[in-house]
């Protein structure tokens, strides 16, 4: 069955579901760029890296996945990438209005 109504929320409830199935697969995804063009790095909603050492702008997984739900007044998307101090690996996805009222 097709799902119509995508949520931040169900990106989220995926991505760390996945994320306890095959942490590596996901880390992975989440950690690779590659190069786009101006087009793709000029786009209203999806988030891209350009950094100044590198004269290739870069998007990843999550970049785009961004890219479906806008962005906020500050330029974040919607879902955000959780890191664990510690570790410094990646301890879930959490949407933005979660990550505010923390």
Known sequence: MLSKNITAND???LLNELLKVDYS???SLMNYRVKC???????PTVQVQQFKTDPFPKVGLLGILNGLFGIDA???GAIYMVIDDNTRKISSF???DYIENE
């Open 25 to 27: 697969c996901v880390e």
């Open 94 to 96: 959490r949407t933005a």
């Open 11 to 13: 990106v989220c409830e």
């Open 74 to 76: 500050d330029g974040m």
């Open 37 to 43: 063009n101006i087009h793709i790095a000029n786009h």
